[in-house]
């Protein structure tokens, strides 16, 4: 199996099974709820495409997002990297950080 390796936010090396992103490293489909460790291993991959101490407003978090995947569901991914403290946000959604 080949593997799609990178360095997360914590500094350690991870491997994602290269079926679920192409040769530049965009993602090309969402695995499954069954799938969720592959999903985390996404989500952190997602998180170092946000520069650190950078706030972004909800359409540059969207654009970020937009050109690594290619399914086209930006706001699950924003969700899902909120939901699990990789991106921080104010209150009222309009501007977020990197969390770490």
Known sequence: ???FEFTNLNGEK????SQWLDKDGVILAWPSRKQRRVQLQLLRYLATKFLPNRTYREVEVNIVLKNWHAFDDHALLRREM????LLDRELDGSQYRRAV
Do not use: C, K, S, T
């Not at 991870?14 to 099974?17: D, F, S």
């Open 1 to 3: 199996m080949l593997l």
């Open 14 to 17: 991870e491997a994602i099974p």
């Open 82 to 85: 909120f939901d699990l403290g």
